[in-house]
């Protein structure tokens, strides 16, 4: 982090025609920005939500409440614009990219052996790279996959500790049948692979999916290349958790967008150390929850860039 | 409120390319704005920020950080385009109006008698119903004012109990010897007008202010004409608590845009029934917490019209 450009916001912070500290969290997302863009002016030009799009071979245990052919149907949703991430962008002028991650083979059914090849599995993250191609200055990865929450919640046991039930939610709706089988599969998984878990990227290849292991890639290409990073959800927050106990200041850069309402995603972002810009009852995922945070740190970018000082409007300042 | 109307609603959510509910809040406030607007397809063409302006007799007492020459200079700045609500209008695209209200003549010291005489509170009551002019569909009143929060807490002390240190913040940044001034002059007011506090309009007339009494008209006319209203922080919401005390369903048409960082009022939202959209430790004023809260409403407004249906889409829906 850039703690001059942080310094040169707060200098001009305490020119503008407020009282200090008045606009709380939009003044700490501009410092972040600064810190991370490596800007005394950060700017807000080129945001983008990348969706990456992955099937998983453990949906075939009944894990989720919709079928596996939803994840290609809702890719063609996104490109021709019908998704509830397309409307976000749509209203607040954000760029959307969609990745395709070889949807018609599933990942390996993860209770029955690892998820992904290593070969496959560093591929993936590496494809991740590309969400920052073509200059953007904010990125926000975004998810879509039935059965990937299944997915993230044994990513989460097999990091911060079981059983399943610690870490699994409704997903997109799933029934209490659905819900114990979610919850069975998570924990024979773990069982299987027990001897594995000790580090993260083996977690990845084995309980991860597709999406999980390219937003890993995307975060740290951001990283890389002062591209501040907003959280989505629960999915999301896995391939964060995932890069956070490989190294904690791996995701520096990256702020929450919000809290998911799916199981335990305010326990992870608290453990991650994130605090939510939103609180507001969503799960779906899509990148949805970060998208309208960008909508918020866009506004806090323009309160900082345009509002007047105390001198240029004449307005006075505190009493003595 | 419109029942057959947030049942259309419901009914055309239920089809959109998501799973039920997936949406939290941003599904409810569609319902709201259905249920106010009395209309099965609600819109926001025309959202406006209404910020009323006045001046404080009770600041003589040093209960502000400010001298209150900067209400004024803020209403020049509002006028120049410089304030945050400026920015935050003009990025969300939302109307702003100015409303100045006898800057040159403060209310009088409620210390010594009561803020306003009877006629003028009524008048500025009525004055308020002029923000619904011009066809908005969407309210959020704003305030500015040298003064207003010490107003405001003893609205919230002689509506639900005192003393005055239960309801008192720091306002604009004011040190511990203006708090203690504050809570002095507004426990002098509470016993000098004590035999007239169980009626809201008294409390009104007596304590608030002259854009306390606007918001209230305002609100009442928003809610007359069907145009639901987004209620801002500490000051906007003393003049939502007096209309709850005259009759709660008086407020039934407004939404808490957020939870401001001044004292207590998230218990007051409590008190009203009302959950906040948004928590960013934000204590301005100036309408600019429902300001963001708007570009929230337009988001979720979006999302509702424009997403696809499972059956436009050609997405399967939950398994069976």
């Not at 991650?272 to 970018?301: H, N, V, W």
Request: proline content about 5%.
């Amino acid at each position: 982090p850039d703690q001059a450009a942080v310094a040169a916001v707060r200098a001009r912070d305490a020119q503008l025609t407020k009282p200090p500290g008045a606009l709380g969290r939009l003044e700490e997302i501009v410092e972040w920005l600064a810190a991370w863009q490596g800007a005394p002016a950060p700017a807000i030009a080129r945001p983008l939500v990348a969706v990456y799009a992955g099937n998983h071979g453990v949906a075939a245990q009944g894990v989720s409440a919709f079928p596996a052919s939803v994840t290609a149907q809702m890719v063609q949703n996104f490109t021709s614009g019908g998704a509830a991430i397309n409307q976000i962008c749509k209203a607040h002028d954000i760029g959307l990219k969609v990745y395709e991650l070889a949807l018609e083979r599933p990942t390996f059914d993860f209770t029955q052996g690892p998820a992904m090849d290593e070969r496959e599995a560093a591929a993936t993250f590496a494809y991740g790279f590309e969400a920052i191609e073509g200059g953007i200055d904010l990125l926000a990865p975004g998810e879509m996959g039935i059965g990937n929450t299944t997915s993230a919640a044994a990513i989460y046991a097999a990091l911060f500790g079981g059983p399943a039930s610690r870490w699994t939610g409704r997903g997109t709706g799933v029934d209490d049948a659905g819900l114990a089988r979610k919850n069975a599969a998570i924990d024979a998984a773990l069982a299987l692979h027990a001897r594995h878990l000790s580090d993260p990227l083996e977690i990845m290849r084995r309980l991860g999916g597709r999406e999980i292991a390219a937003m890993m890639g995307a975060i740290t290409a951001a990283r890389l290349n002062r591209v501040p990073v907003v959280l989505d959800g629960f999915v999301v927050c896995a391939a964060a958790a995932l890069l956070h106990a490989i190294a904690p200041d791996a995701i520096g850069h990256c702020i929450a967008g919000h809290v998911s309402a799916e199981g335990a995603h305010a326990e992870v972002l608290a453990t991650l150390g994130k605090k939510p810009l939103l609180d507001l009852g969503m799960r779906l995922g899509e990148g949805s929850g970060a998208g309208l945070a960008i909508a918020l740190i866009k506004t806090a970018l323009a309160c900082h860039r345009d509002m007047a000082t105390f001198e240029s409007a004449g307005v006075s300042g505190k009493s003595a």
